[in-house]
């Protein structure tokens, strides 16, 4: 038997002070709901969102550094509708040439310069 079920939830880090930028790309650009974090970690900073049972953490790390290499990567329903909505706002998409798994994706880059990378599907 697997150890594991299912993936609960991602976690990127993001400067302190920067919940309303996270919440303008987050929720205004990709479409996540925010989710209401916990009062015992509320204090900490940070957001938390959703799409369906998709869920990603944002956690404040004072020595915040991007990550540019290491990123998670999100099926989309909608996928050129999201591409185009993204471009619409000025977001770099990177496309790439190769499929992944025979499906279109590409990789864009949140406020804060961490990889997401998006697949049609």
């Not at 969102?49 to 998709?54: K, L, W």
């Amino acid at each position: 038997m697997a150890p594991f079920s299912r993936i609960d939830h991602i976690q990127l880090a993001m400067p302190a002070g920067e919940e309303a930028k996270a919440r303008a790309f987050y929720t205004g650009v990709l479409g996540l709901e925010e989710m209401p974090k916990p009062p015992e970690l509320a204090a900490r900073g940070g957001a938390w969102f959703r799409s369906g049972t998709v869920m990603l953490h944002l956690g404040v790390d004072p020595s915040f550094r991007p990550a540019t290499k290491a990123h998670p990567a999100f099926r989309c329903a909608e996928f050129a509708a999201l591409v185009e909505r993204l471009r619409e706002h000025d977001v770099e998409v990177v496309a790439d040439a190769n499929t992944f798994e025979g499906s279109e994706h590409c990789y864009i880059a949140d406020p804060f310069g961490n990889r997401i990378e998006l697949i049609e599907g």
